[in-house]
């Protein structure tokens, strides 16, 4: 592990009581976890239902949140609950903080492992302060100051479709959504829909004042692809149409050695734990990037989110 990792990441707090248990006797150390390491792992505890976990997570004192302008298909599976992704299980997921390709996110997730892969399925951790400190300083101030643009095209069989992203089948409604969170949005001549918006590329967490690298840049990028499946997706339906990229603010291109090293950082500062069934995770989304190894067999992970920040100024 790196030197300016945190060596802690996650703090593993073990019990073998109900799972409320962990939050009515150890709160102090759940906050403490969360604000230091960046998150904490509650293991052995008892979780005897999914609606045990929601609970759980609920009780933090604020409402569980709904997965609005996702970028995975994901399902619900009770109140706040939803699959952690339906991303084929063959491909990984890269670290990513939790909605970080949006101005409105998250503060803390919670993972809860149901049932664990018998082959791979681990969960990647990351610490983002360690990151934004192990970028290249010039990379690192270059996004800072030119922030990013995600944009998105829907559907056509190569993305989620619209309706699932923003939940409703009403056009009208995801243009009121498009305006509340400064999103263009376009509705195309085949009736699909084109979203732009700019975002920040850091961030600075509201409680710690620690600076963090705070983008989804590496995972929309053009650059994500294999170089096959980049050619054969851009000869097919033209930059302008991929289901999904990222610019820098004022629209131009991002190189794509910017995006190798950013992935290199990446790489170097992951760590790896395997699930044990019943575990649950309880991340600062800020703080600590998350991503999912590929994986064979059965596995359920269940997530809960909850805490939304506010809207955060980024480049003009």
């Known amino acids: ?5 945190s060596p802690r990441l996650p703090v593993t707090l073990s019990g073998d009581g109900p799972l ?37 997570a609920a009780a933090f004192g604020h409402p569980l949140l709904s997965y609005e302008f996702g970028s995975t298909p994901r399902s619900k599976v009770e109140g706040g609950v939803y699959s952690s992704t339906e991303y084929p299980a063959h491909r990984e ?52 100051a030119r922030g990013l643009r995600y944009v998105r095209n829907f559907g ?43 975002c920040q590329a850091v961030a600075t967490h509201p409680r710690t004042g620690a600076d963090v690298w ?31 990229n990222v610019y820098f603010g004022d629209g131009e291109a991002i190189p794509d050695a910017e995006l190798a090293e950013i992935r290199r950082v990446l790489e170097a500062e992951k760590i790896t734990f395997p699930w044990q069934p019943g575990d649950v995770l309880m991340l600062d989304n800020m703080l600590t990037m998350h991503g999912r190894q590929s994986y064979a067999g059965p596995r359920k992970v269940v997530v809960a989110m909850a805490e939304p920040n506010r809207k955060v100024p980024v480049p003009a």
């Open 20 to 56: 409320m248990e962990a939050l009515s006797d150890r709160r102090a150390e759940l906050d403490e976890a969360l604000l230091t390491a960046g998150g904490v792992l509650l293991r052995g505890y008892t979780v005897d239902s999914v609606e045990t976990f929601r609970g759980f």
């Open 156 to 198: 056509n069989g190569l993305d989620v479709p619209w309706q699932q992203v923003f939940n409703t089948q009403d056009r009208a409604e995801v243009e009121r959504y498009c305006r509340a969170h400064e999103i263009d949005c376009t509705w195309k001549e085949d009736g699909e829909l084109r979203t732009s918006q700019l």
């Open 214 to 244: 705070f983008n989804q840049a590496h995972l929309f990028h053009v650059s994500a692809l294999d170089e096959d499946e980049r050619e054969v997706l851009i000869d097919a339906v033209g930059e302008d149409e991929l289901p999904r």
């Open 93 to 144: 997921i890269p670290l990513h903080n939790e909605q970080s390709y949006t101005r409105d996110w998250p503060m803390r997730i919670w993972f809860h492992c149901v049932t664990a892969s018998p082959e791979g399925g681990a969960t990647p951790l990351a610490d983002s302060r360690a990151i934004y400190q192990a970028l290249d300083p010039d990379i690192r101030a270059k996004f800072a």
């Open 1 to 5: 592990m790196p030197d300016h990792a």
